[in-house]
């Protein structure tokens, strides 16, 4: 009854730049806290950034000053920027969020985006 999809993905060479979207749909009555988390192959899945519904931010010291998220919560829609991409930010890139479907009820459940892939060549 929620999606989250991902767009903005692609290949760029390093030095270059990408905006990624995600855009949450269906049964919402609020957002919480979203974040960006990306998956290297063999590698664990990690939180790039965070956005609080405030707008409070966060980041992973390996993108501090690179990368920027924000949130538009009319559209409930997050971005993150991407400039000065490296080879080692090539990864699928997720989209996460805490969403509260139901008015009557304060409970709030994670869902995740399907996933876009980021290729930074050298």
């Known amino acids: 009854q929620v999606q989250l999809v991902e767009s903005g993905g692609g290949s760029v060479q390093a030095g270059g730049s990408l905006r990624l979207s995600c855009a949450a749909s269906?049964?919402?009555?609020?957002?919480?806290?979203m974040g960006w988390y990306r998956q290297a192959p063999g590698k664990q899945r990690e939180l790039v950034a965070g956005?609080?519904?405030?707008?409070?931010?966060n980041f992973a010291d390996s993108v501090k000053d690179r990368f920027t998220i924000s949130r538009d919560n009319a559209k409930n829609t997050m971005y993150l920027q991407m400039n000065s991409l490296k080879p080692e930010d090539t990864a699928v890139y997720y989209c996460?969020?805490?969403?509260?479907?139901?008015?009557?009820?304060?409970?709030?459940?994670?869902?995740w985006g399907q996933g876009t892939q980021v290729t930074v060549s050298s």
């Open positions: 956005i609080t519904s405030g707008g409070s931010t």
């Open positions: 269906g049964k919402i009555f609020s957002i919480n806290d």
């Open positions: 996460h969020a805490w969403i509260r479907s139901s008015i009557v009820s304060g409970s709030t459940r994670g869902y």
